[in-house]
T-cell receptor, first 115, second 114 residues
């Protein structure tokens, strides 16, 4: 597996502000993924981030609300823009490793609370 | 939309007993993964089973896959208090041919009573 870190681990933000979450991996990976886990719910894929190209967003998620950067093969950021209390969730990044086909490993998550 | 559905949604057993969780999915897959999540933290990868495998073991974990029934089960033997967590199954959202996000079931919350 890989060592995946996220910053911040948690934050409390005011309505209308934005927060950028960082995801760092200790090895080079082609694809990185961002998920959201709303309180008491399961995980939902937000977007897939490929280095050197625009992120691909899933239905219900748009770039203006969740802009993603992928400047190199070990790092990505997810910004939650113009936040509202409904954005309160755990945000997780994951990477797909080729050692065993399609295995995905997750970071520790960022717990976001919007007041 | 959710691909997998776990049952039961919650399970409480005594330490030392075995715990079985089930997962059903809707479309054809080429693999299925199980994860554990402790207290809303990050997900720990437990095991990946491929569509051409029927059973896989890892320590106290046993996973089965029945592609004809589109279902999988996770068995934890000789449970411990540290096994208390939520368990999720996940399948590829699209082709499963690599570079594929996952769709998750709703999860089973397992409580091990000391």
């Amino acid at each position: 597996s890989a060592v995946i870190s996220q910053k911040p681990s948690r934050d409390i933000c005011q309505r209308g502000t934005s927060l950028t979450i960082q995801c760092q991996v200790d090895s080079q990976v082609t694809m990185m993924f961002w998920y959201r886990q709303q309180p008491g719910q399961s995980l939902t894929l937000i977007a897939t981030a490929n280095q050197g190209s625009e992120a691909t967003y899933e239905s219900g998620f748009v770039i203006d609300k969740f802009p993603i950067s992928r400047p190199n093969l070990t790092f990505s950021t997810l910004t939650v823009s113009n936040m509202s209390p409904e954005d309160s969730s755990i945000y997780l990044c994951s990477v797909e490793l080729g050692r065993v086909y399609n295995e995905q490993f997750f970071g520790p998550g960022t717990r976001l609370t919007v007041l | 939309s959710q691909q997998g559905e776990e049952d039961p949604q919650a399970l409480s057993i005594q330490e030392g007993e075995n715990a079985t969780m089930n997962c059903s999915y809707k479309t054809s897959i080429n693999n299925l993964q199980w994860y554990r999540q402790n207290s809303g933290r990050g997900l720990v990868h437990l095991i990946l089973i491929r569509s051409n495998e029927r059973e896989k073991h890892s320590g106290r974990l046993r996973v089965t896959l029945d592609t004809s029934k589109k279902s999988s089960s996770l068995l934890i033997t000789a449970s411990r208090a540290a096994d208390t967590a939520s368990y999720f199954c996940a399948t590829p959202m699209y082709s499963g041919g690599g570079a594929d996000g996952l769709t998750f079931g709703k999860g089973t919350h397992l409580i091990i009573q000391p």
